[in-house]
């Protein structure tokens, strides 16, 4: 059953459960999670733009993903960076065959033409991060638009559907989840899964990448009474977790993510709660116990 008592104790009840998950490691091996691809490079310079490729194309089943990167950093490899800004740019022949499910090999040059224009005018993602925030004070949700406006500006008019999936729009209500987890790979201070490649964010800004795994947990946990997933769910699971994490709020993502990734909780009449340090709290199982 759920723990009995007010806020106070409910709030208690989740840091515990939340420390807990934190506790067990689960999830330390990273494999299948993309993120397993910008550990492959010391540099961070290679880091980082590993990060922004591996994040924008983590879409899809683990597999898929894990696949379709696998082939587009043997493109790039041994160095992301030197391949992007070399004085010949990636030609189109490299890239033949090579498409992610609705994003197509032009697609795909095309999204590595315009990270190649962004390192090269700013010199890293980061710089170009904080151009577009100019003077102004940080503002998330603000800043990464601008930071995607300018890819999207320097893409073009083709093939705007496969432009527009990979540079989406959080002034406009998108959740944003893959940029919000490029923001959370290169912010957070590494310790294993995150990398803390950024200064230009603080880890108390971030927004929880809003995956379909993070939504039912954040509803089964009472996190969110939002229903559609976009900016406003995220915000809202990202303020639970700052009311007992201020400093970092997303530093329980990747392993209550993971509870579904790894299929610990999958569907909702199988869920093996026995394994779940969250349980206590968790709506579905208090259903499924009445």
């Known amino acids: ?29 990273l494999s299948p999670d993309p993120v397993l691809f910008p550990h492959r490079y010391p540099d961070p310079g290679d880091a980082e733009v590993a990060a ?17 990167l696998e082939r587009l950093f043997g493109v790039l490899s041994p160095s992301p960076l030197a391949a992007l800004t070399a004085p010949a740019p990636v030609p189109r022949t490299a890239v033949d065959g090579l498409s992610h499910r609705f994003v197509s090999a032009d697609g795909v040059h095309r999204f590595l033409r315009v990270v190649r224009e962004g ?30 406006a300018w890819f999207r500006a320097r893409w073009g ?43 230009a964010v603080s880890p108390r800004d971030l927004v929880v990448p809003l995956d379909t795994h993070m939504a039912r ?33 997303v ?18 009449r199988r869920g093996n709660c026995s394994r779940c340090p969250v349980a206590p709290l968790c709506a579905r199982r208090t259903k499924r116990e009445k």
Not at 251 to 258: E, G
């Open 52 to 68: 922004f490729v591996a994040a924008t194309f983590a879409f899809g089943g683990v597999l898929q993903i894990r696949g379709f």
């Open 157 to 199: 008019s083709a093939l705007p559907r496969q432009r527009d999936f990979l540079f989406p729009r959080p002034d406009r209500g998108s959740a944003c989840k893959r940029h919000n987890l490029f923001l959370r790979w290169v912010v957070r201070e590494a310790d294993g899964v995150d990398l803390g490649l950024w200064r």
């Open 119 to 148: 390192c090269l005018e700013h010199g890293t993602l980061e710089r170009l991060y904080l151009d577009g925030r100019g003077g102004s004070p940080p503002d998330l949700r603000r800043d990464l638009a601008r930071f995607l």
């Open 1 to 29: 059953m759920a723990p009995a008592g007010g806020p106070a104790s409910r709030e208690a009840a989740l840091v515990a459960g939340l420390e807990a998950l934190l506790a067990e490691g689960r999830g330390a091996v």
């Open 217 to 249: 947990m954040g509803e089964w946990l009472g996190l969110t009474r939002r229903k559609t997933r976009d900016w406003r769910m995220a915000e809202e699971i990202t303020g639970a977790f700052r009311a007992v994490c201020p400093e970092d709020p």
């Open 251 to 268: 530093r329980f993502d990747f392993p209550l993510t993971r509870i579904g990734i790894l299929r610990v909780c999958t569907l909702p």
